[in-house]
């Protein structure tokens, strides 16, 4: 056997060792499809706000029915932005766990779900209670740092890229403790362009070859 067969041999056991240890079919369209529907949620929000606003100062005076009105449509628009992001990242993940014909459901990937369920059903209980106690300055870097503590705790059992986008939604989370009225445009930055841009990285990294064959 050649040297050059020693390394070919080398590589695919490498290949064969990462692939079970590691959940390698997360696609980079799933972080783009789901940034652009949090930006497509944060303009909505952003207009349900306005829309808010304009009230208040023609009624010149707070309305706590209005302003309840307000948090449920937020609440409602966040789980859909979610459920959306959950079913296009699924689909583009199915999609290319077929391209490289390995199975999407595996023990590996149930890791990574359970390591990333764990801090974000955390995280779901937390910002529950601040809703349950209107303490709703501190949702949106709530969201961006539990989001951040799921995505480390799964990197272990998928692409290493994916740990720093996690450490940059902390980071997002924290600086936004410091100005709690600017959630909205944290929110879409971190679950909006940070996605976005993870995602184009992550295609050009791993799947732009076979997109081209």
């Not at 149930?110 to 779901?124: F, T």
Request: net charge positive; proline share 1%; glycine share 10%.
């Amino acid at each position: 056997m050649t040297d050059q067969q020693h390394l070919e041999a080398i590589s695919d056991i490498r290949r064969m060792m990462e692939r079970s240890t590691r959940f390698l079919s997360l696609s980079g369209l799933s972080g783009v499809f789901a940034g652009v529907s949090a930006l497509a949620g944060a303009i909505t929000a952003y207009a349900l706000f306005q829309s808010y606003y304009a009230r208040w100062e023609v009624r010149g005076h707070y309305d706590d029915a209005d302003f309840s009105m307000l948090r449920l449509q937020l609440i409602l628009l966040g789980f859909g932005v979610m459920a959306l992001a959950l079913c296009g990242g699924t689909y583009f993940t199915w999609r290319r766990a077929r391209r490289n014909n390995v199975p999407i459901w595996d023990a590996t990937s149930r890791k990574v779900l359970i390591n990333a369920l764990i801090p974000m059903m955390a995280g779901g209980a937390f910002i529950a209670g601040l809703i349950y106690n209107r303490l709703d300055v501190l949702i949106a870097p709530s969201c961006l740092i539990f989001y951040g503590m799921a995505l480390l705790n799964a990197s272990k059992y998928t692409v290493s890229d994916i740990r720093y986008l996690g450490i940059a939604e902390i980071g997002l989370g924290i600086l936004n403790v410091f100005f709690l009225r600017r959630g909205l445009y944290f929110w879409a930055i971190g679950f909006g362009v940070l996605h976005i841009l993870y995602g184009i990285i992550m295609w050009w990294k791993y799947e732009r070859q076979t997109a081209v064959e």
